[in-house]
């Protein structure tokens, strides 16, 4: 079983910035496919940014030119550096593990992002 626990959230201003950690424990994710999602109260749980084994990214187009997402393997973890940010950018942002193989694939806890205006 793989463990993914989010850090890095808080209360930010417009503008401001800050950057989120998913660490992950239990296993080596150097082949999966990563991601962050957020959810907002009665809404469904949304792609932000993902990257694969190879590096490649991809990003929601509410946050290209914002947002970047990285992989460090060595230490097992991913994460999103958030610029420039907006107050519908608050959210519960969560990190997933995609499945591959027989790899069930995960997802962390979730850490709440709140940017005010």
């Known amino acids: 079983q793989v463990q993914l626990v989010e850090s890095g959230g808080g209360l930010v201003q417009a503008g401001g910035s800050l950057r989120l950690s998913c660490a992950a424990s239990?296993?080596?994710?150097?082949?999966?496919?990563m991601g962050w999602y957020r959810q907002t109260p009665g809404k469904q749980r949304e792609l932000v940014a993902v990257?694969?084994?190879?590096?490649?990214?991809n990003y929601a187009d509410s946050v290209k030119g914002r947002f970047t997402i990285s992989r460090d393997n060595a230490k097992n973890t991913v994460y999103l550096q958030m610029n420039s940010l907006k107050p519908e950018d608050t959210a519960v942002y969560y990190c997933?593990?995609?499945?591959?193989?027989?790899?069930?694939?995960?997802w962390g806890q979730g850490t709440q992002v709140t940017v005010s205006s």
């Open positions: 990257i694969t084994s190879g590096g490649s990214t």
């Open positions: 997933k593990k995609y499945k591959y193989g027989t790899d069930p694939g995960s």
């Open positions: 239990g296993s080596i994710f150097s082949i999966n496919a």
